[in-house]
């Protein structure tokens, strides 16, 4: 507590003076630009990844970034989807997986998960990952199942987010995009699915926005 103490005392005596015409702005509202949904993860900093600064992005979080399918039963990722872009008005929604996430290591083995009764719970909404992974990659080599199923988990998520009433009517208007990236721990690089060339690139070569895949989407409803 106190590194955390401490960097309090830090930015109220120096950098909050520093930016108080930001934070005197803040104070009336905010708009932000992008709805950003990612991992729980304490190594994924989504405003040093973008450079943004407070008011920029809203951010949603969660163990493997994952946004539950629209059903009866509404809770916090719901409720934050469409006040983003009800009430917020966000331009871009970007689902954002990371290198070494710990959420996918047990979504490919649960072995574990008895001693995690929430986090078994939670990790359902990721079961079309994981079937994904057992249908298509069953033959790929240990080592490279966590980067596929990171990225595989993205697009999935992806699709959940599309049965939310708030994001298909804003996309129908033109007015909302999806975004798939995944951040690199390791090396910094941030890559983005691109449509065209159907796999994940690099952010700056990547077209911007995730078109409906119909072929994508039905092969995941069918699994």
Not at 55 to 60: E, H, K, P, S, T
Not at 102 to 110: H, R, S
Not at 183 to 192: L, Q, R
Request: charged fraction near 25%.
């Amino acid at each position: 507590m106190k590194k955390l103490v401490d960097g309090i005392h830090r930015f109220q005596s120096g950098v909050f003076g520093e930016q108080k015409d930001l934070f005197a702005r803040l104070s009336k509202g905010q708009k932000p630009d992008a709805l950003f949904i990612t991992c729980s993860d304490s190594r994924v900093s989504p405003t040093l990844i973008t450079q943004t600064v407070p008011g920029d992005l809203f951010i949603l979080r969660n163990a493997g970034n994952i946004v539950p399918p629209y059903g009866p039963l509404h809770g916090g990722e719901a409720a934050t989807v469409e006040y983003a872009i009800e009430v917020l008005a966000v331009k871009d929604i970007i689902i954002c997986g990371h290198t070494h996430c710990g959420a996918m290591k047990v979504v490919l083995d649960p072995a574990d998960l008895d001693k995690l009764p929430a986090t078994k719970g939670w990790l359902t909404y990721a079961e079309a990952t994981r079937r994904v992974m057992k249908t298509h990659y069953k033959d790929v080599q240990e080592d490279e199942k966590l980067e596929i199923c990171i990225e595989e988990n993205v697009l999935v998520q992806i699709e959940n987010l599309r049965t939310h009433p708030s994001v298909l009517a804003a996309m129908t208007r033109g007015a909302l995009r999806l975004h798939a990236w995944v951040y690199e721990i390791e090396s910094g690089n941030v890559m983005a699915f691109d449509d065209n060339a159907g796999q994940y690139l690099p952010v700056a070569a990547a077209g911007h926005g995730i078109a409906e895949r119909a072929d994508r989407l039905s092969a995941i409803r069918e699994i």
